[in-house]
């Protein structure tokens, strides 16, 4: 497992100070990695998610609606 020295402000340390009590974890590394991979669920591009990729996949599944211009794609959406 990697490991790396990082310089926090006072800020930053309190912020991991209450990340970390508020979760019950044990220690400011838990809380770190709390906070990392929390941006990575809502803050990533959905494109470099694997979720992403079963969604994707879904979608390509179904069937479509084929129409021959954009004018009879309204006509169908808005008879749906």
């Known amino acids: 497992m990697p490991q790396a020295i990082i310089r926090l402000g006072?800020?930053?340390?309190?912020?991991l100070t209450i990340v970390k009590?508020?979760?019950g974890l044990r220690n400011k590394s838990e809380a770190i990695n709390m906070v990392i991979n929390q941006y990575e669920e809502q803050l990533l591009e959905p494109q470099l998610r694997p979720e992403y990729l079963t969604k994707?996949?879904?979608i390509?599944?179904?069937?479509?609606?084929r129409f021959k211009s954009i004018d009879e794609l309204r006509k169908h959406i808005e008879n749906a």
């Open 21 to 23: 009590g508020k979760y």
């Open 10 to 15: 006072d800020h930053e340390d309190r912020i």
């Open 56 to 58: 994707l996949n879904k």
């Open 60 to 65: 390509k599944k179904q069937k479509g609606i």
